[in-house]
T-cell receptor, first 116, second 116 residues
């Protein structure tokens, strides 16, 4: 079965705190892609990052960083020095290598609230 | 257009009525997806279009749901005899090709459907 689990339903932090959003996935495919999307209050999902199953290098983009560990089937997302504008729902998603439809399998999402 | 456009942004209907939701994908994108986001739930895949055909309809919850795409562009999601459990945000996404594993999806802002 293919599944993405985001165990944290809601997280609340104070501005400037660091926060990590967890993502655990299940797949039997050897080739797959993992994605993170941000959904601000406007509703439109915004692409943040994609990572293929053969690349376990961590990635940093400004205040954002991602930790991909195949050994634990996790693809966690850390925001350093959080800001109010980071408040949104964040989704982790899986795209199977064996899929011929390209559809994404999403987790339940984590609502992040950053308070001033 | 510049992004994925959905209309209407909000739709309130009475139980038992039919509704049509429209999606205008990014120009040139051959793949189009419909997802449903219910309160407290993640994003649930409904249907995938490649051009005008739908090779994956596996997510449509019942035969009350149908979708079509014409001219390889605009898509319409139709819900017949709406029920209260159909209340959700219906999100449309498009991508350039669809079958490439690393392709990211571009999402619209969604249609908030409320069935009274």
């Amino acid at each position: 079965a293919q599944k993405v689990t985001q165990a944290q339903t809601e997280i609340s932090v104070v501005e400037k705190e660091d926060v990590t959003l967890d993502c655990v996935y299940e797949t039997r495919d050897t080739t797959y892609y993992l994605f993170w999307y941000k959904q601000p209050p406007s509703g439109e999902l915004v692409f943040l990052i994609r990572r293929n199953s053969f690349d376990e290098q961590n990635e940093i983009s400004g205040r954002y960083s991602w930790n991909f560990q195949k050994s634990t089937s996790s693809f966690n997302f850390t925001i350093t020095a959080s800001q109010v504008v980071d408040s949104a729902v964040y989704f982790c998603a899986l795209k199977r290598g064996s899929s011929n439809t390209g559809k994404l399998i999403f987790g339940q999402g984590t609502t992040l609230q950053v308070k001033p | 257009g510049a992004g994925v456009s959905q209309s209407p942004s909000n739709k309130v209907t009475e139980k038992g009525k039919d509704v049509e939701l429209r999606c205008d994908p990014i120009s040139g994108h051959t793949a189009l997806y419909w997802y449903r986001q219910s309160l407290g739930q993640g994003l649930e895949f409904l249907i995938y279009f490649q051009g005008n055909s739908a090779p994956d309809k596996s997510g449509l919850p019942s035969d009350r749901f149908s979708a079509e795409r014409t001219g390889g562009s605009v898509s319409t999601l139709t819900i017949q005899r709406t029920q209260q459990e159909d209340s959700a945000v219906y999100l449309c996404a498009s991508s350039l090709v669809g079958r490439r594993i690393n392709e990211k999806l571009f999402f619209g802002s969604g249609t908030q459907l409320s069935v009274l």
